[in-house]
């Protein structure tokens, strides 16, 4: 693949089990990032108790990976379909799957979602398995957004740091030089919250942190969710979904508990601000975690900086872990790293991605 622009299209089903984003890019694979449309397609309830059913490796994960699939084949589809871009316009899909386990103190991670049924539903080449060389080498496998970052943020004053919420929340960290690059998992994201909220109400997630509102924090409960090894551990580091349950606010009441797991969130995310080689002069804020208002208050509490959405740049908060795959595929065509030793703690940078081109 010779240097130029490509149509590219980026999936991603975050680890909060909540559904499929899906986004359009066109991108170099280095400076250039224009994003284009985008759209998220939930999970229904019961395919979602399905996912969750495999998570660890467990169940019947290969039905559930054609499942899987079948959904993101759709969600191309649609997108395509609202876009007004035929498929035979996109050059490329970046399929993150979904992680159903990741250990890599073991070297190894498991993202489910078949890339050849992917590229045959679709009729588009597909890029999968993102993190598996970097765990390999050595390396966490995640983040893998950070480069994606370094690439939006190119004007904005530095340090700065975004702040990804998904089930697992991470942060990158970019500083004025081009290779100041520090990125790691800060701790839960919206899993912990959200498992909390369907067990006590039946609804998938807490909306703008309504139930939080509502609760008080149990310091005690949160002193013992923060005595944990991985807070003691050294960036980069990274996080399976399922490294805390929301059990630990058993005993709770519906809304004590939501505010407890939910400033659970808020200081692990500061305990990971003392690990940036700098403060940064702005935190931007993207995924789900953006919309709950209580969680973005607890975070402007704690980290003493401005907490902003990043919709406040006219990026998309919704879309933008989708189009970081996007321009990953595309940079593992062009053979270029995927993370860095700053990003994942890999040896050397590293490049990654598994190529389903079309059958003939």
Same mark, same amino acid.
């Given at each position: !693949?010779?240097?130029?622009?490509?149509?590219?299209?980026?999936? !991603?089903?975050?680890?909060?089990?909540?559904?499929?984003?899906?986004?359009?890019?066109?991108?170099?694979?280095?400076?250039?990032? +224009?994003?284009?449309?985008?759209?998220?397609?939930?999970?229904?309830?019961?395919?979602?108790?399905?996912?969750? =059913?495999?998570?660890?490796?467990?169940?019947?994960?290969?039905?559930?990976?054609?499942?899987?699939?079948?959904?993101?084949?759709?969600?191309?589809?649609?997108?395509? @379909?609202?876009?007004?871009?035929?498929?035979?316009?996109?050059?490329? %899909? /970046?399929?993150?799957?979904?992680?159903? $386990?990741?250990?890599?103190?073991?070297?190894?991670?498991?993202? %489910?979602?078949?890339?050849? $049924?992917?590229?045959?539903?679709?009729? %588009?080449?597909?890029?999968?398995?993102?993190?598996?060389?970097?765990?390999?080498?050595?390396?966490?496998?995640?983040?893998?957004?950070?480069?994606?970052?370094?690439?939006?943020?190119?004007?904005? +004053?530095?340090?700065?740091?975004?702040?990804? %919420? /998904?089930?697992?929340?991470?942060?990158?960290?970019?500083?004025? /030089?081009?290779?100041?690059?520090?990125?790691?998992?800060?701790?839960?994201?919206?899993?912990?919250?959200?498992?909390?909220?369907?067990?006590?109400?039946?609804?998938?997630?807490?909306?703008?942190?309504?139930?939080?509102?509502?609760?008080?924090?149990? @310091?005690?409960?949160? #002193?013992?969710?923060?005595?944990?090894? *991985?807070?003691?551990?050294?960036?980069?580091?990274?996080?399976?979904?399922?490294?805390?349950?929301?059990?630990?606010?058993?005993?709770?009441?519906?809304?004590?508990?939501?505010?407890?797991?939910?400033? *659970?969130?808020?200081? #692990?995310?500061?305990?990971?601000?003392?690990?940036?080689?700098? #403060?940064?002069?702005?935190?931007?804020?993207?995924?789900?975690?953006?919309?709950?208002?209580?969680? !973005?208050? !607890?975070?402007?509490?704690?980290?003493?900086?401005?907490?902003?959405?990043?919709?406040?740049?006219?990026?998309?908060?919704?879309?933008?872990?989708?189009? #970081? *795959?996007?321009?990953?595929?595309?940079?593992?065509?062009?053979?270029?790293?995927?993370? $860095?030793?700053?990003?994942? =703690?890999?040896?050397?940078?590293?490049?990654?991605?598994? *190529?389903?081109?079309? @059958?003939?």
């Amino acid at each position: !693949m010779a240097d130029r622009t490509y149509t590219a299209l980026g999936l !991603m089903s975050g680890t909060s089990l909540d559904g499929i984003d899906a986004a359009l890019l066109e991108t170099d694979g280095h400076g250039r990032a +224009e994003a284009g449309a985008h759209l998220t397609v939930p999970y229904p309830g019961e395919f979602r108790a399905r996912l969750r =059913g495999v998570l660890g490796g467990r169940g019947e994960v290969a039905a559930v990976e054609r499942e899987l699939t079948e959904r993101h084949a759709d969600a191309v589809r649609l997108l395509l @379909e609202r876009a007004g871009t035929p498929a035979a316009a996109v050059d490329l %899909i /970046g399929f993150h799957g979904h992680t159903i $386990l990741h250990a890599p103190e073991r070297r190894h991670t498991w993202q %489910i979602g078949d890339g050849a $049924l992917l590229a045959g539903l679709t009729g %588009i080449p597909v890029v999968n398995d993102f993190r598996s060389a970097d765990v390999a080498a050595g390396g966490q496998g995640a983040p893998l957004v950070p480069l994606f970052h370094r690439a939006l943020a190119a004007t904005l +004053e530095r340090p700065v740091a975004v702040l990804n %919420i /998904g089930g697992v929340a991470n942060v990158t960290w970019l500083g004025r /030089g081009e290779l100041d690059v520090v990125a790691f998992d800060t701790g839960p994201g919206n899993a912990l919250v959200d498992d909390w909220v369907l067990g006590h109400t039946g609804r998938p997630f807490d909306v703008d942190g309504a139930l939080a509102a509502r609760g008080r924090v149990d @310091e005690g409960v949160l #002193a013992g969710l923060l005595d944990h090894p *991985f807070f003691e551990a050294p960036a980069p580091k990274s996080l399976d979904r399922d490294a805390w349950t929301a059990r630990a606010a058993d005993g709770l009441s519906a809304e004590d508990g939501a505010a407890t797991l939910t400033a *659970f969130t808020a200081a #692990a995310v500061a305990r990971a601000a003392r690990l940036l080689p700098e #403060a940064p002069v702005r935190w931007l804020v993207a995924g789900g975690g953006r919309l709950n208002g209580t969680l !973005m208050r !607890m975070l402007a509490d704690r980290l003493e900086a401005p907490v902003e959405p990043v919709d406040v740049l006219g990026w998309s908060g919704d879309a933008l872990e989708a189009q #970081a *795959f996007a321009y990953l595929a595309v940079r593992s065509r062009l053979g270029l790293p995927l993370s $860095l030793p700053g990003t994942t =703690g890999v040896p050397a940078p590293q490049t990654g991605g598994r *190529f389903h081109p079309l @059958e003939r």
